[in-house]
Each structure stands twice: as structure tokens, then as C-alpha cells.
T-cell receptor, first 114, second 114 residues
Framework: DVKVTQSSRYLVKRTGEKVFLECVQD?????MFWYRQDPGLGLRLIYF???????EKGDIPEGYSVSREKKERFSLILESASTNQTSMYLC?????????????FGSGTRLTVV | KQEVTQIPAALSVPEGENLVLNCSFT??????LQWFRQDPGKGLTSLLL?????REQTSGRLNASLDKSSGRSTLYIAASQPGDSATYLC?????????????FGQGTELSVKP
């Protein structure tokens, strides 16, 4: 079964820490995405990548950066964590083979910044 | 700008009922529509994907329809069970930089009472 794996289910970090959220997919997908999900705001796209070493800003990139050194791995980086980055973070991937393929999501990382 | 709306926001039904969840979108220029299920604190699980050229897709007790011209999709759940309790999200996929973008509705929170 195809999988998107997020390395942590729960994380608690302190304000100002540098935080890495890791995502790995085993489907050889070209496109990978990071979303955050907050009550009342739904899912919002932070960053995405359509190829190794490529990245594009989503709707809310401020305070975040990403890294994609290998095709299967896409990392989300919080350079200096703040309490307003407490959220559920969801990683997803998708093939580039055509427009009629769907997204596969990971199980999510619940990040709390204290 | 594409907007996706799901009605109702919450729904509570007794076990065994057939039910319909609604999703509408403002721009009919989509490639596909995907229905997801999300359990509390978990990631998104893909239920059904309907391509823009299709009218419906079925998987077990689930049937999703798509009327692209009117900007509507429905998810029909037959003989509902308590295990169906979750939030159901619809998302449309449309053209965007480097391949596409997934736009989500706010979700319908379903509770099936035994």
C-alpha cells in the first residue's frame, strides 16, 4: 500500500526553537506538499515542491522554509518557532503523470509550541 | 477565485440511515474532485476521486457524484454505521503553477449514533 509517512505524531517545542518536520513518501511522486490545519480556517497550503531541490510558496509561507534534497523526502522547517505556529501539519504527495491523479496524505503531526 | 463550500457543517443521524453530504464549487474548470475522511487528530484518508469527465464513483457503501457544470458534488453514504463518524472533506483540483492546486471545503462533521 502506498504511503506518506510523517516522522512524528506529536511534538512539543519551545518558542524560538528551530523545528524540523519530516515527510517521506514511497510512491516515487514528483509533487509534495505541506499544509497546516486549524479549527475554523481549514487546510492551508504552506509550501510545495514539484521536483528535487525545487520549491514554491503556498498561501501562508511566512515563518516557514522547506527542503527537498531527495525525491522521497520533503522537510518543513520552522526557523524560530512561535506559539501561533501551534497547529496540525499535514504532508501530501501526488504524481505528475497527469491531472487525474489524487493526493495521498500522511497521518499528520500535531505541533505545540510553548 | 475558486471557493469550495460544504453543507451542512455538522450532521447527526441514527445508525442505519442513508445520508448525503453536499459540496459546491464556484469555478467549474476543475480536473478532478476528491472526497476525504478525517478522524479526530488524524490525517486525511482518500475515499473517492472523480475525474472531471466522470459523473460518479462508487466504493462499497459510498457513492460520489459530480455535476461539473453546476459546480456540485454529493457523497452518499448508505446504511450508515457508528464507525462512519468522522469529518468528511471535499477538495477540487485545478490548474495552477507547476501542475495544479487542491482547494478544500471546510468539511462536514458526521456523527452516527448507535
Amino acid at each position: 500500500d502506498v504511503k506518506v509517512t510523517q516522522s512524528s505524531r506529536y511534538l512539543v517545542k519551545r518558542t524560538g526553537e528551530k523545528v524540523f518536520l519530516e515527510c517521506v513518501q514511497d510512491m516515487d511522486h514528483e509533487n509534495m506538499f505541506w499544509y497546516r490545519q486549524d479549527p475554523g480556517l481549514g487546510l492551508r497550503l504552506i509550501y510545495f515542491s514539484y521536483d528535487v531541490k525545487m520549491k514554491e510558496k503556498g498561501d501562508i509561507p511566512e515563518g516557514y522554509s522547506v527542503s527537498r534534497e531527495k525525491k522521497e523526502r520533503f522537510s518543513l522547517i520552522l526557523e524560530s518557532a512561535s506559539t501561533n505556529q501551534t497547529s496540525m501539519y499535514l504532508c501530501a504527495s501526488r504524481t505528475n503523470r497527469g491531472m487525474n491523479y489524487g493526493y495521498t496524505f500522511g497521518s499528520g503531526t500535531r505541533l505545540t509550541v510553548v | 477565485k475558486q471557493e469550495v463550500t460544504q453543507i451542512p457543517a455538522a450532521l447527526s443521524v441514527p445508525e442505519g440511515e442513508n445520508l448525503v453530504l453536499n459540496c459546491s464549487f464556484t469555478d467549474s474548470a476543475i480536473y478532478n474532485l476528491q472526497w476525504f475522511r478525517q478522524d479526530p487528530g488524524k490525517g486525511l484518508t482518500s475515499l473517492l476521486l472523480i475525474q472531471s469527465s466522470q459523473r460518479e464513483q462508487t466504493s462499497g457503501r459510498l457513492n460520489a457524484s459530480l455535476d461539473k457544470s453546476s459546480g456540485r458534488s454529493t457523497l452518499y453514504i448508505a446504511a450508515s454505521q457508528p464507525g462512519d463518524s468522522a469529518t468528511y472533506l471535499c477538495a477540487v483540483f485545478r490548474a495552477h503553477n507547476q501542475g495544479g492546486k487542491l482547494i478544500f471545503g471546510q468539511g462536514t462533521e458526521l456523527s452516527v449514533k448507535p
